[in-house]
Nanobody, 122 residues
Framework: QVQLVESGGGLVQAGGSLRLSCAVSGRTSSRYVMGWFRQAPGKEREFVATISRVGDSTSYSSSVKGRFTISRDNAENTVYLQMNSLKVEDTAVYYC???????????????WGKGTLVTVSS
């Protein structure tokens, strides 16, 4: 069993930046493809980004590509999401996810964190 704990969410103005962290425990993070998903109020949970087990491959949704960067430090069992040029529409609860493949569908995720709220004000 693996546990995922997100941190780093908060309130930021449009155009600002935040860095989310996901601490992985229970099993070494290098066993899993890691990713971030988000869920805005009244909407379904959606894919944001994934990163391969050794960090040599990444994938992003079209809505965040060029603004967000996913990275990982397997020695520290931590995954990051650097979010720049934030927009009001990025407001959501952001969830860390552990998977067995480069999956973009929420129903393919094996483990979820509890989420961290990001609010972007205009």
């Amino acid at each position: 069993q693996v546990q995922l704990v997100e941190s780093g969410g908060g309130l930021v103005q449009a155009g600002g930046s935040l860095r989310l962290s996901c601490a992985v425990s229970g099993r070494t993070s290098s066993r899993y493809v890691m990713g971030w998903f988000r869920q805005a109020p009244g909407k379904e949970r959606e894919f944001v980004a994934t990163i391969s087990r050794v960090g040599d491959s990444t994938s992003y949704s079209s809505s965040v590509k060029g603004r967000f960067t996913i990275s990982r430090d397997n020695a520290e069992n931590t995954v990051y999401l650097q979010m720049n040029s934030l927009k009001v529409e990025d407001t959501a609860v952001y969830y860390c996810a552990a998977m067995y493949g480069m999956i973009v569908a929420a129903d393919g995720v094996s483990y979820w964190g509890k989420g961290t709220l990001v609010t972007v004000s205009s």
